[in-house]
């Protein structure tokens, strides 16, 4: 029987690229902008998972995660995207 390992998994959720994001457009014109931080070109504002899977593999504990988040609607796939990504292991015990 293989051993079960405790994985932490990462999933960051953020709007489309191609779409609007207010939140991230007032914060970099209002505050980042006007605060003087011209170096900063960019903003993207999202909201972050971190999980801890039982699994018999990364790639289980990363599958894992994508399907719970599709299908517990952990975000709207109409609007937001997800990043899944592994963030280290541990043995379970």
């Given at each position: 029987?293989?051993a079960?390992?405790l994985?932490?998994?990462?999933?960051?959720?953020?709007?489309k690229?191609e779409?609007?994001?207010?939140?991230?457009?007032v914060?970099?014109?209002?505050?980042?902008?006007?605060?003087?931080y011209k170096?900063?070109?960019?903003?993207?504002v999202?909201k972050f998972?971190?999980?801890?899977?039982?699994a018999?593999?990364?790639e289980e504990?990363?599958?894992?995660?994508k399907?719970m988040?599709?299908?517990?609607?952990?975000y709207?796939?109409?609007?937001?995207?997800?990043e899944v990504?592994?963030r280290?292991e541990?043995?379970?015990?």
């Amino acid at each position: 029987m293989k051993a079960l390992v405790l994985y932490n998994v990462g999933v960051v959720v953020r709007y489309k690229r191609e779409l609007r994001d207010p939140e991230s457009e007032v914060i970099y014109k209002d505050l980042i902008l006007r605060k003087g931080y011209k170096s900063v070109k960019k903003l993207e504002v999202g909201k972050f998972f971190n999980m801890w899977i039982e699994a018999g593999s990364p790639e289980e504990a990363i599958n894992t995660v994508k399907h719970m988040c599709k299908e517990l609607r952990l975000y709207n796939p109409v609007v937001q995207e997800i990043e899944v990504m592994l963030r280290g292991e541990s043995s379970s015990s």
